[in-house]
């Protein structure tokens, strides 16, 4: 790759090249994109691999002999290997691919919580969760009779593990929490979390969606059960993700769908289901996608994700001062250990009417409840002005959010 890190120091500019998106305009002027926590751009090393593949080696993966699909299927199964190395998963074949974290956390509720939740039992998560990390679970409540406890969220962002440890009971059989919040950017104490999951006898879940390109994640020291990712929040194509399970836990597990190659044998009589991950991969996957997912890690990799964490706390402790100049802001999500994302709101202007106007500026933010509405609720707002940073974004490109958003602030009072 053209991009290479130092040791303490990255090339923007040059990791900027990469993404062929970021030198266009937008409205006339230049496109700052700060809605990474949304999706984050890609480099041209994971197009040109969903290309390579189109253009090189398409063709259905597992069930053909000629080359073609020999090539195809050794792509995709080395995208298994590259990301078990990604979250140190102590078995390729614990990394099932899905379509992102909303599929993986279904998954889990549909193929673990069916088979071993019982009525009366106790699922927890916290009040800072993603929707893909409440409604799984309150379907699977309804039908169990089981009942959604919630791990209540302070003024700063941040849940008291000593709350988490009162919650927690012999009841609880599942606790689901997410590592880093997409509309805070808390980082959750989730090792700490898990260990109190596993006394208690209950399964842990952690919903990594924005954790997997900014926080380390070692998945056998954290101890989780099962850890969820999406692709295209990590530099890499939309429709992919992975869901990490414990092997003892996946091998007990009923197949999530039916179909195609999660099977070994099928009659009328009696069909017998494939080994992990397969039986968790009915049908034809997303394999260009996942493929390219691979080209994701290992730009990652080069850069070097402890390069890339330093760079972005630098940029969102500037984005933090620099944004406290602006009149009338409140800041929501201000813990010490918290990943790249800024989140308010502004006296006076509602979070719509500046998205609109920063975008006329060609800044991309995010507004609204960013699909966590409890947390807006429990907040007693509507929703949030959100900029949330790359690797590529820099601090001139913060400096000119900080004046821009004076500006409009300065049009309303
Ligand atoms: N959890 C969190 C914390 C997220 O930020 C997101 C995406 N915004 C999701 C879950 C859902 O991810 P996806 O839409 O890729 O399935």
């Known amino acids: 790759m053209s991009s290479i890190a130092t040791e303490t120091n990255l090339d923007i500019q040059k990791i900027r090249a990469d993404f062929p998106i970021l030198s266009q305009k937008v409205n006339g002027k230049p496109l700052v994109y700060f809605d990474n926590a949304a999706t984050t751009q890609k480099p041209k090393q994971v197009i040109n691999a969903i290309t390579q593949y189109y253009e090189g080696y398409n063709a259905n993966i597992h069930r053909g002999l000629h080359s073609l699909a020999e090539k195809a299927t050794t792509a995709f199964e080395a995208t298994r290997t590259t ?12 990394v099932i691919f899905t379509k992102g974290t909303t599929d993986s956390i279904n998954l889990v509720a549909t193929a673990y919580g069916r088979k071993f939740i019982q009525p009366g039992d106790e699922i927890l998560v916290s009040g800072m969760e993603h929707h893909s990390n409440i409604v799984p679970w309150q379907m699977l409540c309804e039908e169990k009779g089981a009942i959604l406890k919630v791990i209540p969220v302070h003024k700063d962002g941040a849940i008291s593990i000593d709350e988490v440890k009162e919650l927690i009971t012999e009841k609880t059989k599942m606790v689901s929490v997410v590592f880093a919040s997409n509309s805070l950017g808390t980082v959750n104490p989730v090792k700490e979390i898990a260990q109190l999951a596993h006394q208690a006898g209950a399964v842990m879940m952690i919903d990594g969606a924005q954790a997997a390109s900014h926080c380390k994640v070692d ?7 099962f850890f969820a990712t999406s692709g295209h929040k990590m530099y890499g194509p939309t429709g992919s993700g992975i869901l990490y399970g414990k092997r003892a836990i996946l091998e007990k597990m009923n197949p999530y769908q039916g179909g195609g190659e999660m ?96 975008d006329a500026k060609g800044i991309a933010v995010r507004t609204g409840h960013h699909c966590t509405q409890p947390l807006m609720d429990h907040f007693g707002i509507e929703g949030t002005i959100r900029a949330s940073f790359s690797v590529y974004n820099t601090k001139e490109e913060i400096d000119f959010l900080a004046e821009s958003l004076k500006d409009i602030v300065s049009k309303f009072s």
């Open 83 to 94: 990301f078990q190395q990604f979250i140190n998963a102590a078995e390729s074949e614990e």
């Open 219 to 225: 998945v056998q020291d954290l101890d989780c059960d």
């Open 263 to 358: 099977i070994k044998d099928v009659s009328f009589k009696k069909t017998t289901y494939n080994d992990i991950p397969y039986k968790f991969e009915a049908g034809t996957p997303n394999i260009a996608d996942i493929v390219a997912l691979k080209a994701a890690v290992e730009y990652i990799n080069a850069l070097g994700k402890e390069n890339i964490v330093r760079h972005e706390n630098e940029i969102t402790a500037h984005a933090h001062k620099r944004l406290a100049e602006v009149p009338g802001i409140n800041f929501y999500g201000t813990t010490e250990n918290k990943v790249s994302v800024v989140s308010f709101t502004l006296d006076n202007v509602h979070p719509y009417d500046a998205g609109m106007m920063l």
